[in-house]
């Protein structure tokens, strides 16, 4: 029902565009969220938005440089990744949950399967 796509390699300060499509059961009503998660690291809340209401809301080690917005018309949730450094590289998640403004993983009821972003110094 989550279906990501845009991962890739880039260098420092580069920039990639990740999208989520949501299809089935996510409505408009949810929130949508991003996560990521290193190697060896717990997953960690990135940004989510409303899908309804567009408010947004993003995690300090991103604000300022990701973005992130809908298309209502496609049903898809993009995240924009500007100023990249080496510690943005992990496998990114993009969820759905109806709990507003929900920052907790384990809030979200729905998971994509993925996609992996790796920056290099």
């Known amino acids: 029902q989550l279906a990501e796509s845009g991962g890739g390699l880039v260098q420092a300060g580069g920039s990639l565009r990740l999208s989520c499509a949501a299809s089935g059961r996510i409505l408009t009503s949810y929130t949508m969220g991003w996560f990521r998660q290193a190697p060896g690291k717990e997953r960690e809340f990135v940004t989510n938005i409303n899908w309804s209401s567009g408010t947004t809301y993003y995690a300090d080690s991103v604000k300022g440089r990701f973005t992130i917005s809908r298309d209502n018309a496609k049903n898809t949730v993009y995240l924009q990744m500007n100023s990249l450094k080496p510690e943005d590289t992990a496998s990114y998640y993009c969820?759905?949950?109806?709990?507003?403004?929900?920052?907790?993983?384990?809030?979200?009821?729905?998971w994509g399967q993925g996609t992996q972003v790796t920056v290099s110094s």
């Open positions: 969820a759905a949950t109806v709990v507003p403004v929900a920052t907790l993983s384990r809030s979200y009821a729905y």
